[in-house]
């Protein structure tokens, strides 16, 4: 197959090699214990805690139970001011806990939550708010901390994208009350499927540890309407060889996110998402906003499709349009995400893209661009 014939997906999951996993998982032969919180599962705990610099975690089977279960733990009821802006489950895990999601507009050059727009949506029906570090980058995690404290509400941010990353040193599932991580293989880091919850108090700790496994207290007591949520020995195992290779792999995506940044910056038409100091970012996504280019979003991504490219349109449609919400938040007013869910396009990212396929899709974009404004 020719070079430019190669398919190339939005991201490929990172793998270690099949000896490595066949090795690690050998052991589940001789104890046949698979799940239920067993030995891989606990070593992968103490080994997260440590990597993402947190004080207090919790895996579950994916990023999406997490989410549902802290909000859960937290014992809320009313309205949770969230980001339209965002992948189902953000929007799906409030509202299956019986909330109602009030959504806030977000920042264009970052594509969080706006927190200087939240204020004004706080009623006496408040209880808490679902910020998400979309695409990675990390939410205003101090003005957000200031208006909960004023507000008396709950912050657990979805940090589904936001895997090892830091704010002056600081892990970033420290902000707020909660924070969920997923594992999902598209993720920076994968368990095949998985999440965690990262959270501050630590008196949490036993309720979401019962949450998971079913509300079960006790051989003959259930005293919580729990799920099963419960992370697998193979799922950890794979978590246990990934995180051997988090950071090389995050060196990796940082090079070919380097090379669209180089190629594609100050072109324009075309606005990159920024980055702020002080933050170590996970290279998650590779965002990109065509607004007033040559080629609108949609174009790019079918002439990319042409050449066997498969970007994605992450996030659109923008959650209050989502068939199932629309009759109730189609309405809702914001402006800068709906724009944001027109324009954005995510590039292909993942460790094993190459400089030279980087820079390939790069060559496609700008050309056409440049054949088009002939
Ligand atoms: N909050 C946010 C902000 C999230 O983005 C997500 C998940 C969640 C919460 C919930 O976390 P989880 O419950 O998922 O842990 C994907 C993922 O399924 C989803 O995890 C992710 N966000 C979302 C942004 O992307 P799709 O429907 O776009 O995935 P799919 O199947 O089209 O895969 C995308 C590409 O990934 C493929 O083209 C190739 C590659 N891939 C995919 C799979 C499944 C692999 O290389 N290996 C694989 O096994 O949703």
């Not at 790069?362 to 002939?374: F, M, P, T, Y």
Request: charged letters at 25%; proline letters at 4%; a negative charge.
């Amino acid at each position: 197959m020719l070079p430019e014939e190669k398919e190339i997906l939005v991201t490929r999951a990172s793998m270690p090699s099949y000896e490595e996993f066949i090795e690690e998982i050998k052991p589940i032969w001789d104890t046949a214990w698979m799940t239920n919180m067993g030995e891989f599962h606990n070593r992968l705990n103490e080994g997260l805690k440590e990597y993402l610099k947190v004080s207090n975690l919790i895996l579950f089977v994916n990023g999406h139970m997490a989410l549902e279960m802290a909000l859960q733990a937290m014992n809320l009821t009313g309205e949770v001011i969230t980001t339209p802006f965002s992948f189902a489950s953000t929007a799906h895990a409030i509202v299956r806990n019986n909330l109602t999601p009030v959504f806030c507009d977000i920042k264009e050059d970052d594509y969080t939550i706006d927190a200087d727009k939240i204020e004004e949506l706080i009623t006496d029906r408040t209880a808490a708010i679902v910020p998400v570090h979309v695409y990675g980058a990390v939410c205003d995690v101090e003005k957000i901390e200031a208006i909960a404290r004023k507000y008396h509400l709950k912050v657990i941010y979805d940090a589904a994208h936001a895997f090892g990353e830091e704010v002056n040193g600081r892990g970033v599932g420290t902000f707020g009350d909660a924070s969920m991580f997923s594992f999902h293989a598209t993720k920076v880091f994968n368990t095949i499927e998985g999440g965690a919850v990262a959270f501050h108090d630590p008196s949490l700790e036993i309720l979401l540890n019962y949450l998971k496994n079913f509300g079960i207290t006790g051989k003959e007591s259930v005293e919580y309407i729990g799920g099963n949520a419960k992370m697998n020995e193979f799922q950890a195992a794979m978590g246990l060889c990934n995180l051997r290779h988090v950071d090389e792999n995050i060196e990796k995506r940082k090079k070919a996110a380097e090379e669209y940044r180089s190629r594609l910056s100050g072109v324009p038409g075309i606005r990159l998402m920024d980055e702020k100091p002080g933050v170590r970012y996970n290279y998650a996504y590779f965002p990109v906003a065509f607004e007033g280019f040559t080629l609108t979003r949609n174009q790019v991504y079918d002439l990319l499709a042409q050449h066997h490219i498969f970007a994605r349109k992450y996030f659109y449609p923008l959650i209050p349009d989502f068939d199932c919400y629309k009759e109730q938040f189609a309405g809702a007013r914001v402006p800068v995400a709906r724009k944001a869910a027109e324009n954005v396009l995510t590039l292909p990212l993942y460790g094993e893209l190459l400089v030279e396929e980087a820079d390939r899709i790069c060559d496609i974009i700008l050309n056409a661009g440049r054949r088009e404004s002939l």
